[in-house]
């Protein structure tokens, strides 16, 4: 999830648009591998799988790639062996970025990375710089048009099934659990007819940097592309807000 709230939003779509280039394909492609290969195939039992199973049709990737990448993890197929490693740093306006990579060569995708912090004027730092500022939590986005639900009835639904927090942020309702209770609340709230636009287990900044100034922005911004875009790069963390007037100004 890259920021919060508002920048989220951008994110989301931006995601769509990558799914249709194939770029997301081949991430969710390595997830299903490595999810598959250290917990089994059956997604009845492999919890981190169902996940990513969700996220996959979700994006509208083919069931034969899914089926595919699991048995390639199984090593029912021949497939390469993805490394899991979370690098850490700091981006313009000492903004703290976390990253899941997947990789088969840990050398060759620690270069680049360092390379893309350096070149958009950010810094890849040691292991642990800035995880102690993110929560890892369950995180259930839906649209506020079409909701099923008023905003009242949301709130004590998601509470009742476990849910942290409901928090309104412009065009979504994003429901906050803790990773143990996330299944559970999205059973309850799908049950009532809710769709949802995100669905993840993910790390979420406890406070955030506002970002104020134009250039800093975009350069903050080019980075995330960077990262986001990067192949090995499952998912970029980080803990930055952009101020209206900035928002605004990008879009």
Request: aromatic content about 6%; proline content about 2%.
């Amino acid at each position: 999830m890259a920021g919060h709230s508002k920048w989220s939003n951008i994110k989301h779509r931006k995601a769509r648009v990558d799914a249709q280039k194939g770029r997301l394909f081949t991430k969710l492609g390595k997830q299903l591998i490595t999810a598959a290969r250290e917990g089994g195939g059956d997604p009845e039992v492999n919890f981190r799988l169902r996940l990513i199973i969700d996220k996959a049709r979700a994006a509208n990737m083919p069931n034969e790639n899914i089926e595919r990448a699991i048995a390639r993890g199984t090593g029912e197929l021949e497939g390469v062996t993805y490394e899991e490693i979370v690098y850490e740093g700091y981006g313009p306006g000492g903004v703290a970025i976390m990253l899941d990579i997947l990789t088969d060569n840990r050398n060759r995708t620690a270069s680049e990375i360092r390379h893309l912090f350096s070149r958009h004027g950010g810094n890849l730092g040691e292991t642990g710089c800035v995880a102690w500022m993110f929560d890892k939590k369950g995180l259930l986005t839906v649209k506020k048009e079409g909701l099923p639900l008023d905003e009242d009835e949301l709130l004590l639904l998601a509470l009742e099934a476990g849910a942290e927090d409901v928090k309104d942020e412009d065009e979504l309702f994003e429901i906050v659990t803790e990773p143990g209770n996330f299944e559970a609340v999205k059973e309850a709230l799908a049950g009532q007819g809710l769709v949802f636009d995100t669905a993840e287990v993910t790390m979420i900044p406890q406070t955030t940097v506002e970002i104020q100034d134009d250039k800093e922005a975009e350069k903050l911004l080019k980075l995330m592309d960077a990262l986001e875009e990067h192949d090995d790069v499952q998912e970029v963390h980080a803990n930055f807000e952009l101020a209206d007037g900035v928002l605004a100004a990008l879009e």
